[in-house]
């Protein structure tokens, strides 16, 4: 039988996972924390990284148990409640309209580096409709896109790594 969906390998998803904690957190976000907290925000790194483990972890095992299509919202409302599930999934959708808005501030305050003529928020209202559109292309395009940006997001800290070796060695 001839599969009809296009699917993202196992190999897309991780890629596109570390891309997600490279570009949000390591570029931008553990500067600016780093700055506030100091080096002790390493400790809330490791417990936040701790339970996100610990959530992935259960719901790879819910969706081994009871396979369907949907999302996590669908364990919530089979679970704890139709009410739950509609709460969980707005939650979500909620959490990830704001992350997009503060990740498309934070390109916008690197890009404006190249680019400083052009506002901040209109770089950003650009960012959000280019990743708008590229989302229209279908997972297995952006799975694709995602795992070759992640690819350069490792060779550029690579990169760096290996300049700070230097600059440390002098």
Do not use: C
Not at 26 to 45: D, K
């Amino acid at each position: 039988m001839e599969k009809n969906r296009k699917e993202l390998s196992a190999w897309q998803l991780t890629m596109m996972a570390l891309g997600s904690v490279i570009g949000g957190s390591f570029f931008l976000g553990s500067s600016v924390a780093i700055h506030a907290a100091g080096p002790s925000i390493l400790i809330s790194y490791i417990l936040a990284g701790g339970l996100v483990y610990l959530i992935l972890y259960a719901l790879s095992e819910m969706t081994v148990a009871n396979p369907t299509t949907g999302s996590f919202s669908n364990f919530a409302s089979r679970e704890l409640g139709e009410g739950t599930g509609f709460v969980v999934g707005w939650l979500y959708w909620t959490g990830t309209v704001l992350s997009m808005s503060s990740e498309a501030t934070a390109i916008s305050i690197l890009i404006r580096e190249w680019v400083p003529n052009v506002s901040i928020g209109l770089l950003g209202i650009a960012i959000i409709i280019g990743v708008t559109l590229l989302n229209l292309l279908g997972a297995d395009k952006i799975g694709k896109l995602a795992s070759g940006l992640s690819g350069v997001k490792i060779f550029a800290m690579h990169i760096w790594s290996r300049a700070n070796d230097q600059v440390t060695k002098r």
